[in-house]
């Protein structure tokens, strides 16, 4: 589960672009955070997740975010400033057991497009043409279609889809999407047999009953993915300060919780920053970026972690690049991977989550605040290499920031139901405190 938020120029205090995401995963699906540079291809194909797929002679540098299993990603940007990141939507008929994910046309586009209407159009043909399929997730069955949000510094569009089926709309503002479809009528385009089969299939009678979100979206998946309150949520979060909105204010909304008085094991599907909870809760938010996209800059925050609300966004360039991150993680715990070294950690403190969340979020505040400031200094007069030592100083002070926590936190009990299904997702990835 997912949300993506959009804030066009118009939306924001500085007049840039802001793209974000908050990527929700199996709690041991961890995300590998990678910079590839771009390279030329005398290959035919490109093995996806599950598919072989045309390859092209160059495809352009990129910045993703991928479960570690999968070949595409869940969020990313390109070299020219390109944003893109996908959610799952549920539909009446479901996706083949085999075909292509919606993560594997992000990191298509990405490599071999330059803007987000040739992004659009990219993404769309490979829509019509391929079977969207495959289970998204590892350690279970999870087939579902897509929606996308595109993003380049002057454009926003958001693309909703079902098997070869779609619609689009030009963002306008502020727009916001998660696990459910939110174009009904008000699309800029579609595909040529949307009406149609929607008809043919008698999910309603005659061309003016059409709807998409209500003819095209399955009530079950939909329903207790709790898609709709967190869309409504967010959506509301940003007409709010909509003409102000800040990098600040995206970070809080990423951070949020239905509950002001949040304790983990009461959370709910219903939270942005969503956290495991066993069978009726299965994802976590695994990893979270923030794109602020102008003309003469392109900034990504990303955490690379888990859990937003008790993590830190480190601020990211092309220029500059990604500091080394450890081993590449996988489903199993390994303290040389930087997500799992922090993860082992944000799963020891969620056990005594309340006791100290206020302190350490002000600590943590302090820091953000800090990391913002020089970042907005080094782009005032643009030194890459000053950038990469503050990147790199970024993810070495929450490491530091998580050792001292470690120290002087005590473990917690958790509720019996809780507590029994971190011990088994825990078991799974040999984690132990």
């Not at 959370?267 to 003309?295: E, F, K, W």
Request: proline share 3%; net charge neutral.
């Amino acid at each position: 589960m997912c949300d993506i938020l959009v804030a066009t120029p118009e939306a924001t205090m500085d007049r840039q672009m802001i793209f974000a995401k908050n990527s929700d995963r199996d709690p041991n699906e961890a995300q590998i955070l990678e910079y590839i540079l771009g390279t030329e291809h005398v290959e035919d194909k490109v093995q996806l997740t599950y598919i072989d797929f045309p390859q092209v002679k160059k495809t352009y540098s990129i910045i993703i975010s991928r479960p570690w299993w999968i070949w595409g990603a869940e969020m990313g940007a390109n070299e020219f400033g390109l944003v893109i990141g996908n959610t799952a939507v549920f539909a009446k008929e479901s996706p083949d057991k085999i075909g292509i994910l919606g993560m594997d046309c992000v990191r298509l586009a990405l490599e071999r497009t330059e803007s987000a209407g040739e992004a659009l159009d990219f993404i769309l043909s490979v829509i019509e043409e391929f079977k969207q399929g495959g289970s998204g997730s590892y350690e279970r069955k999870l087939l579902y279609y897509n929606s996308f949000v595109i993003c380049d510094p002057e454009e926003a569009f958001v693309v909703e889809t079902a098997g070869r089926n779609w619609v689009w709309k030009k963002i306008r503002g502020v727009y916001s999407i998660s696990n459910a479809y939110t174009i009904q009528r008000d699309w800029d385009a579609c595909s040529s047999n949307l009406v149609k089969y929607s008809i043919e299939r008698r999910w309603c009678r005659k061309e003016e009953d059409f709807n998409f979100a209500k003819c095209y979206s399955d009530r079950f998946y939909t329903y207790f993915s709790h898609g709709r309150e967190r869309r409504e949520f967010t959506f509301k979060e940003l007409k709010k300060r909509e003409g102000e909105i800040t990098l600040e204010d995206i970070m809080n909304i990423l951070r949020s919780h239905r509950d002001s008085s949040f304790r983990p094991e009461n959370g709910s599907m219903r939270d942005i920053c969503m956290h495991y909870g066993g069978l009726t809760r299965p994802s976590q938010t695994a990893n979270s970026q923030i794109s602020v996209l102008s003309s003469k800059m392109h900034l990504h925050w990303f955490t690379g972690v888990s859990n937003p609300c008790i993590s830190i966004f480190k601020p990211i360039h092309f220029d500059a690049g990604i500091p080394s991150l450890g081993d590449k993680p996988t489903c199993k715990y390994n303290p040389k991977s930087y997500w799992w070294k922090i993860e082992r950690f944000h799963r020891r403190f969620q056990t005594c989550y309340q006791q100290y969340i206020n302190e350490y979020s002000r600590e943590r505040d302090a820091i953000q605040d800090w990391i913002i400031k020089e970042a907005g200094k080094i782009i005032g007069y643009w030194d890459p290499k000053a950038f990469y030592k503050l990147t790199e100083l970024s993810f070495r002070e929450e490491e530091n920031f998580v050792d001292k926590w470690d120290e002087r936190i005590r473990t917690g009990r958790l509720p019996f139901l809780y507590g029994y299904n971190w011990k088994k997702a825990n078991s799974k990835a040999a984690v132990t405190f």
